[in-house]
């Protein structure tokens, strides 16, 4: 075999030029996808993260009905105090969860006393929920990064709209599940910056006073927001959690609760989709790099030396040996384009991150983009090239291999 | 025992619509340690005939054995083994590998064909490279050296095998006189070293004088055997 690849490689020395072009082709393609992957993948990956870590959760559990019935906010697909413990049971089960919040969310009129408008509110725990999403007081630009009862933290777009400023005092007027109407005043304890997505636009009040304004005797929970210790384990954590939950059943005797991990609670799972879609087409853009360039180097290289396989048969050897001879090649052509593709790739990607490139997404402004590369990935790329090295090379090498001798000889 | 057997051997190819009779009912034996040459005009069946013996093609009708094997029956795989095995080329046009070196044109067939152990190729190449007074141009590449020397490395390349059987056709049709005798020689002398059968064809006729056995071909039929 060592033979073999040592005649392989004198054979491709023998035309530097093209097989340089043909390394350096590959070796463009390797980058530019290496590049690529990790340029949206860091976006991506930065995205998710800044969504589930300033309001969604990575899993959130709601009372059957409540998501499809989110816009209105309604008090009435409220879990109770009996199946939150069950809920909470379920999640305390599961040592994978780092921590969760119960919210009350519910919708509100806002008033600084001379406008009024409307607002959604989350009712919070605040130490559960900055453990839960430990980004959600990062987005507090003015004021203290904190949630105190009697105190709002206001979304900064209606704060502006309504021009109000940490310190002023503000009315919150909801109706309660019974219809009657109730106000509370609260002092602006914060400006909250927006977040992408839905509920990133949310005010934040202590759960305390969102149970006092909705008058609530007994604990009601909106929804329950998880936060996992790994982020990859969430899948299997999503099917343990909705296994246990499963048996519970409401009266009518369909499921009590619904799961939904992230990706089913904000629209940028779509854009995420779509960041993959079209990693899978950049992707398929080096399988076409990769396959006509081989295969036109290949087809070359036997039209070349049709008399040598003529002689080399003739001698000979078998034709399994001129196969593997000429996949060979085409299997050095690919490793050495991928080897040096993967090098310069690291390099490109070393250099980007060190740039600290910043970007803008919706709102938000100077997000640093990191690109980084796993080792799986570069695997999984040398792995494609090379194999569609080999393959490119099958079709030429297949031929050279049963070519007839006498002709092979023959040839001019 | 006769190392080649030849019965009302036949070769019949279409060139074009045009049915052509390379080889009509040739009926000739050969014996081991021969230097053997078949001579004639151009189209005479030469190069055909030494194509059935070399099993890189296949009478129409006839018998054909070869160191006891009926050739004709042996499929593309089985007859490429039987060539590395028993016998040995020499190309008009010397057909060496241009990417390796004098030695590893040599010990190509050794590699790639018979898988010897390195220790043993080591010592049949550089054997055969000083019988062929090409030893010291062992790490030259073939476009560093002249013709004859390219002749010289492809009689070693074919010998290096021990092969009971080389053939050569025209060996010496891109050689000047005075290299084409030194070829002929050291074939003569590597047949009587080694017992080895050379069987070449040519139409130059101060080169067939140095044959033991000499065959005519014409129009496809053996017109004489002189001893």
């Known amino acids: ?412 | 025992m006769n190392l080649i057997t030849a019965h009302d051997l036949s070769k019949t190819y279409l060139k074009g619509e045009t049915k052509v009779e390379a080889l009509k009912g040739l009926n000739f034996e050969i014996e081991p340690a021969s230097f053997v040459s078949f001579v004639g005009p151009s189209g005479s069946g030469k190069t055909t005939l030494l194509n059935l013996i070399g099993c890189l093609d296949k009478p129409t009708s006839g018998i054909l054995r070869v160191d006891d094997t009926d050739v004709s029956g042996l499929d593309t795989r089985m007859a490429a083994a039987f060539r590395g095995k028993k016998i040995g080329f020499i190309f008009q046009d010397f057909n060496l590998i241009p990417v390796l070196t004098v030695y590893e044109n040599v010990g190509y067939p050794l590699v790639l064909v018979q898988n010897t152990p390195s220790s043993e190729r080591k010592q049949r190449i550089l054997a055969l490279l000083d019988a062929v007074g090409m030893a010291e141009q062992k790490d030259k590449y073939p476009d560093q050296i002249s013709g004859g020397q390219k002749q010289r490395v492809a009689v070693a390349r074919a010998l290096v095998t021990k092969p009971k059987l080389v053939l050569a056709d025209e060996p010496t049709a891109n050689l000047d006189h005075k290299t084409a005798y030194m070829v002929i020689n050291i074939m003569k002398k590597m047949k009587s070293e080694l017992g080895t059968t050379f069987i070449f064809s040519t139409h130059d006729q101060k080169i067939v004088g140095e044959a033991e056995i000499i065959y005519t071909l014409e129009d496809g039929e053996l017109a004489g055997r002189e001893v």
């Not at chain 1, 203290?144 to 105190?151: A, D, L, M, N, Q």
């Not at chain 1, 109730?182 to 992408?196: C, P, R, Y």
């Not at chain 1, 997505?197 to 927001?225: F, K, N």
């Open chain 1, 1 to 412: 075999m060592f033979d073999l690849f040592k005649i392989a490689i004198r054979n491709l020395l023998r035309y530097r030029r093209r097989t340089l072009l043909t390394v350096s082709l590959v070796s463009i393609g390797v980058v530019s996808v290496l590049v690529f992957v990790s340029a949206s993948g860091s976006f991506k990956n930065m995205m998710i993260g800044q969504i589930t870590d300033s309001f969604l959760g990575h899993i959130q559990i709601h009372k059957k009905g409540y998501v499809a019935s989110i816009d209105s906010l309604p008090l009435t697909l409220n879990l109770g105090s009996n199946t939150l413990e069950k809920v909470e049971k379920a999640i305390n089960e599961i040592p994978d969860i780092e921590a969760y919040s119960k919210r009350i969310k519910f919708g509100g009129m806002f008033s600084n006393f001379v406008e009024t408008t409307n607002v959604r509110l989350n009712g919070v725990y605040p130490e559960d929920e900055a453990r839960t999403v430990p980004l959600l007081l990062s987005r507090v630009r003015e004021g203290e990064r904190t949630i105190r009862t009697g105190e709002i933290l206001v979304p900064e777009l209606l704060a502006k709209g309504m021009k109000v400023k940490v310190g002023d005092t503000v009315v919150v007027i909801a109706t309660n599940r019974d219809g009657s109407v109730n106000g509370k005043q609260f002092q602006v304890g914060g400006i909250l910056e927006s977040a992408t997505g839905p509920g990133g636009r949310d005010g934040y009040i202590h759960i305390d006073d969102a149970a006092e304004i909705l008058r609530m005797d007994t604990t009601q929970i909106s929804e329950i927001a998880i936060r996992l210790k790994d982020f990859d384990k969430l899948h299997e954590v999503f099917d343990r959690l909705k296994d246990k939950l499963s048996n519970e059943v409401n009266k009518q005797g369909g499921p009590a609760f619904e799961v939904h991990m992230w990706e089913k609670l904000s629209p940028f799972y779509n854009i995420a989709r779509m960041i993959d879609i079209m990693t899978f087409f950049v992707k398929l853009m080096l399988i076409a790099i990769v396959l006509i360039s081989i295969m036109n180097v290949m087809v070359m290289a036997v039209y070349e030396r049709i008399r040598e396989i003529g002689t080399i048969a003739a001698i000979g050897t078998l034709p399994g040996k001129i196969l593997a001879m000429f996949l060979i090649e085409g299997f050095s052509l690919g490793f050495f384009g991928a080897v040096v593709g993967n090098v310069l790739g690291v390099a490109t990607i070393s250099i980007l991150s060190m740039a600290k490139l910043t970007f803008n997404f919706g709102r938000q402004k100077g997000l640093l983009l990191s690109p980084g590369i796993n080792i799986q990935d570069i695997l999984l790329i040398s792995i494609m090239v090379i194999t569609i090295s080999v393959l490119a090379s099958l079709q030429p090498a297949y031929k050279a291999s049963k070519m007839n001798p006498i002709d092979a000889l023959r040839h001019v």
